[in-house]
Nanobody, 127 residues
Framework: QVQLVESGGGLVQAGGSLRLSCAAS????????MGWFRQAPGKEREFVSA????????YYADSVKGRFTISRDDAKNTVYLQMNSLKPEDTAVYYC????????????????????WGQGNQVTVAS
């Protein structure tokens, strides 16, 4: 079992940057693949990014490629989402998720693939 807590969100102007952190507690963090999803008001939850347990494989939604970077630091039990060149359409609640298993493209983008979820963290991008 793992517990996840997101932080680092807030209000930023369009074109600015934020770094989200997801701190994990529990056993065997390094064995979990990690993902980020987001949900805007009135919208469905959508995949943002994911990283394999080894850190060797990363996945990004087309809408964030070239702007967002996912990384993990197993020594700190933390996964990060660096968000650059933010746009108003990036405004959403961002959720960290953990999967006790491997990733493929199809698995990574499906929220049902993940076993544990954080409480969410608001990101607001002003135009």
């Amino acid at each position: 079992q793992v517990q996840l807590v997101e932080s680092g969100g807030g209000l930023v102007q369009a074109g600015g940057s934020l770094r989200l952190s997801c701190a994990a507690s529990g056993r065997s963090f390094s064995s979990y693949a990690m993902g980020w999803f987001r949900q805007a008001p009135g919208k469905e939850r959508e995949f943002v990014s994911a990283i394999s347990w080894s850190g060797g494989d990363t996945y990004y939604a087309d809408s964030v490629k070239g702007r967002f970077t996912i990384s993990r630091d197993d020594a700190k039990n933390t996964v990060y989402l660096q968000m650059n060149s933010l746009k108003p359409e990036d405004t959403a609640v961002y959720y960290c998720a953990a999967r006790a298993g491997g990733l493929s493209t199809v698995v990574a983008l499906n929220y049902m693939s993940y076993d544990y979820w954080g409480q969410g963290n608001q990101v607001t991008v002003a135009s």
